[in-house]
């Protein structure tokens, strides 16, 4: 275990880090209009996105400014889940409608 803040940051950049990912958001979208939501609330060409897969994505509001960054797995031809570390209320309720 590293001992202080030089030697953390060698042993990730090197080895391996470990992060705690519990505290983000998991949100599950399924259907057949899944896609063109998640076309429309984020930065990426999620057609390109084959099931088993996933990419890095912004979340952006109605006026097209940055919300959140997120990754974003194809689980199925028709269902993802989004991964975001956003307590906004707002990236939930851009994408509920």
Do not use: Q, W
């Given at each position: ?44 060409d999620?057609s ?50």
């Open positions: 275990m590293p001992s202080d803040l030089a030697d953390e940051h060698e042993a990730i950049r090197t080895r391996a880090g470990l992060m705690d990912v519990s505290g983000l958001k998991k949100v599950h979208y399924v259907g057949p209009h899944a896609e063109s939501l998640l076309e429309y609330a984020t930065s990426r999620i390109k996105v084959y099931p088993g897969k996933s990419v890095y994505a912004t979340m952006l509001n109605e006026a097209g400014k940055f919300v959140d960054d997120c990754v974003i797995y194809r689980t199925g031809p028709n269902a993802f889940m989004v991964v975001h570390g956003s307590g906004s209320g707002h990236v939930l309720a851009l994408m509920e409608n």
